[in-house]
């Protein structure tokens, strides 16, 4: 990263947790451009266990000294800087506060492709599942849809229960094959949602 | 006006904040620590968002437009605000319910007659606003040219965009769009400072919203919004109009629907009516038309069955706010009333049943709204401190793929600034442009959603199908209007945009309005000063007239005499100029002429009122 904009000043932090200040030149106090990286900007390590009463916290604390009406009455540099800084901001905590997005987000960074998964691919051993659950539909069977159901809600609770297990592994490892499990899991989950929803009748 | 000493307020500027309503229009000011709302020339609060257009040009706003509903019903137009960026095929249902004059060619945008000429709803609301900058301007003794201006928070890009051009129109510069139910909690949350989750319930004259908010240390989160923005208490106006209507058709064995004073008598008749009800067990509805008189009594009861599915109608959009906010009624610590209709006791009942609250009413339902765009107005001139308010889009932003089918890039109720960035490629070899149809809405297919804007990516180099990578950046800003940029993703130079709007005005047609507007208030302006200088001329004649029957004149050499009658001759002569400076010229003229005169009858009448007075 070069110094600032403004004054030239090298930058005083490096990226990593300093708070809202780093975002703003240590010499002359003006706003600089932002990070594109969401965990950059939130300075948070690259890492898949976040705690979500201290992001809230940094959230507000950052809204409030980056947002565009706070930057009214200066000059129309620092106005851009703000705007693309808010945007980025609430692109990164929609995207970190929520376990899935957050995993997605890290696995894209890291070169995965994560984009429209084709839940097509019917993971092989949740086959026998659809296959009962498509029967259970087409004869109406409500008992059997409603057993289905609860079935699958169980599964997602332990997906869920899993991939936190494999977050805290990646964290402690930073292995590339623990992303590769998450992948697995992340679409296995997706796919389980789509049963819920389709059980539910809301597809 | 000479200021005898100015204090120097720093970099701060003045800001007013605006609710410009569908029914009424309000400006209001952050004084040393509160908002107040700005009274009208008449002492008013409430400007009637009513605009009649003279028949010597020249525009009437508020309450004085509002009695010319009336005898002018051509040349006057309410509630413009439900045409506010909307295509001729959006308003079809509104056309049958509202005398709007749709003018021939409005095609691409709107155009409605007033008299023998036509004006863009921007045009018109524009005229709305610069009342109010006059009413703002005259009680704060300084110029105002910056707002902050509410609009309903279910309105969309194009909606949002026709009320930025409004304030350009009109000469203010529109610093921040605030949603309006968002605004009103702004209001309520000045002194309380205070951690809670706010459910805001703004039902208007054309528009509803809800809202749900978490306070946070003085920052207020929009959890989720949601609304319609087609339904408000004009719908209850409707509707009772409808019914007096078949009554008096019955009665009189006569159709008046189609008489516009007779409806618009009808409708004043109507909207008392139901103010009453708010306070009385019942109120009459009565019309007095052409030496006919119509009376309706209508209970309470029965006007709770007539608008019940009205009111209900709101219900839908509260509990899906509920749910994307991920909330339950019993979370909700406050409820926050907004809006003329809140005064129904049917509507504050069902609020009350559905949020498991009692409604706040502390604040004017009516003014509520002002006074937090007010606040706001405080927040971005630097007056107001550790207040923030982080508002969210209320429609899915989306780009048409394969099929007619959307894709969602933003989805409804992020928080706002919010973007996304897509990467998109050539189908065939050597193509040179990408089009990119961008929609806003809930629904999967493209038909079902609101176009907003095809923006063509050009001069592409030619290369090999899917080779070039250009990325697209969507950009909503915290007004809620929607940016678009792109770029080489390879070269990373700035690649060209260019926009399509698919409703609204292109900025070189608000230009061409401001100009135009510009022209129109200068013609004023120099219409003033001549008449100011005429009447002038007329007093100054008028007196001259007089004097010449004085002794005081006689006494005048026969050259004063004529030097007064050539200087009569001649202002009279400039009376009829367009030019102000002339008639000016003239009056000072006659003046120089008659100073003789004026001593000598000074004189006179001082030794009269000596000689009258004993010593």
């Not at chain 2, 004059?101 to 005229?127: H, K, N, Q």
């Not at chain 2, 949601?226 to 339904?231: A, E, R, S």
């Not at chain 2, 120099?526 to 007329?538: G, L, Y």
């Amino acid at each position: 990263m070069s110094g600032c904009w403004n004054c030239g000043a090298p930058p005083a932090f490096t990226g990593r947790d300093t708070g809202e200040e780093a975002h703003f030149c240590a010499g002359c106090g003006s706003l600089q451009p932002p990070p594109s990286n969401y965990f950059d900007f939130f300075g948070l390590e690259r890492k898949l266990g976040v705690d979500a009463g201290a992001l809230d916290l940094r959230f507000y604390a950052l809204s409030r000294r980056l947002h565009p009406d706070l930057f009214f009455r200066r000059g129309e540099r620092e106005r851009q800087y703000s705007l693309d800084s808010t945007a980025i901001l609430n692109d990164a905590y929609r995207t970190l506060k929520d376990p899935v997005k957050r995993a997605e987000y890290l696995l894209k960074e890291n070169g995965f492709d994560v984009g429209e998964q084709k839940s097509a691919n019917v993971p092989p051993e949740l086959l026998e599942e659809v296959f009962e659950l498509n029967m259970a539909l087409e004869e109406s069977a409500k008992e059997e849809v409603a057993a289905a159901l609860s079935k699958f809600r169980s599964m997602l609770g332990e997906s869920d229960a899993e991939m936190a297990r494999q977050f805290e592994r990646y964290d402690r490892s930073f292995d590339r094959g623990v992303l590769v499990e998450i992948r697995g899991l992340l679409n296995r989950r997706k796919y389980i949602r789509n049963l819920i929803e389709t059980a539910n009748g809301t597809r | 006006m000479n200021p005898v000493f100015q204090i120097d307020f720093g970099a701060q500027e003045r800001v007013v904040g605006i609710d410009l309503g569908t029914t009424n229009s309000l400006v209001a000011y952050m004084d040393l620590t509160h908002p107040r709302v700005i009274p009208g020339e008449d002492g008013a609060m409430l400007v009637p968002s009513v605009v009649s257009l003279g028949r010597a040009g020249g525009t009437t706003v508020g309450s004085e437009a509002r009695k010319l509903l009336i005898d002018e019903p051509s040349r006057t137009v309410y509630s413009i605000k439900r045409l506010m960026g909307r295509g001729i095929a959006d308003v079809a249902d509104e056309l049958k319910l509202f005398p709007f004059r749709v003018a021939e060619g409005s095609e691409s945008v709107i155009r409605v007659s007033l008299g023998e000429r036509t004006f863009t709803p921007p045009e018109i609301s524009a005229m709305i606003l610069r009342q109010l900058k006059k009413n703002a301007e005259a009680h704060l003794c300084e110029p105002v040219t910056k707002a902050v201006v509410t609009v309903p928070a279910y309105f969309n890009d194009a909606q949002r965009q026709a009320t930025t051009d409004a304030g350009r129109i009109a000469g203010l510069e529109v610093l921040r769009l605030v949603n309006e139910p968002t605004a009103a909690a702004l209001a309520y949350g000045l002194d309380k400072r205070k951690q809670g989750i706010v459910a805001v319930y703004d039902l208007g004259g054309g528009t509803f919203d809800i809202s749900i908010l978490k306070l946070h240390d003085g920052i207020f989160e929009v959890l989720a919004t949601n609304g319609d923005t087609h339904l408000g208490g004009d719908d209850i106006d409707n509707r009772m109009i409808r019914i007096a209507l078949e009554d008096i058709q019955s009665e009189w064995g006569e159709d008046i629907s189609h008489n516009g004073e007779a409806v618009q008598l009808l409708r004043r008749a109507v909207i008392e009516a139901k103010e009453r009800l708010s306070f009385a067990p019942s109120a009459d509805i009565v019309l007095e038309f052409q030496r006919r008189a119509y009376t309706r009594t209508i209970t309470r009861e029965l006007f709770e069955n007539l608008i019940r599915d009205i009111v209900d109608r709101t219900l839908g959009p509260c509990r899906s706010c509920l749910a994307d906010a991920d909330v339950t009624p019993e979370q909700i610590d406050e409820v926050v009333l907004v809006g003329g209709s809140t005064r129904i006791p049917l509507v504050r009942a069902a609020v009350e049943v559905l949020f498991r609250a009692k409604p706040h009413t502390d604040l004017n339902p009516d003014e509520v709204v002002a006074l937090g765009a007010a606040v706001q107005a405080g927040i971005l001139s630097g007056q107001v401190e550790d207040q923030l308010l982080l508002d969210v889009t209320p429609l899915s932003l989306g780009i048409e793929i394969m099929g007619g089918v959307v894709s969602k890039l933003i989805h409804r109720n992020s928080t706002v600034p919010a973007s996304a960035t897509e990467t998109f490629t050539t189908g065939v070899e050597g193509q040179r442009n990408v089009l990119i149809h961008v929609v806003q809405g809930e629904r999967e297919l493209v038909k079902d959603c609101r176009s907003l804007a095809r923006f063509d990516l050009k001069d592409i180099p030619p290369m090999p199908a899917g080779m070039p990578r250009i990325e697209v950046r969507f950009l909503i800003d915290a007004n809620g209007i929607l940016s678009v940029t792109a770029r080489d993703a390879r070269t990373g130079v700035g690649q060209s945009v260019e926009i399509k709007p698919s409703y609204g005005l292109t900025d070189e047609q608000v230009e061409a309005m401001i100009e135009e507007s510009i022209v129109n208030a200068e013609a004023d302006f120099r219409a003033r000063q001549v008449a100011e200088a005429r009447v002038e001329a007329d007093t100054i004649l008028a007196a001259t007239d007089k004097a010449k029957q004085s002794d005081a004149y006689l006494d005048l050499s026969a050259g004063e005499r004529k030097g007064i009658a050539t200087a009569v001759n001649m202002l009279l002569l400039a009376y009829h100029s367009d030019d102000h400076l002339i008639i000016r010229e003239q009056i000072e003229k006659l003046n120089a002429a008659t100073m003789t005169l004026a001593e000598n009858m000074m004189n006179a009448a001082v030794g009269r009122a000596l000689k009258g007075t004993k010593i």
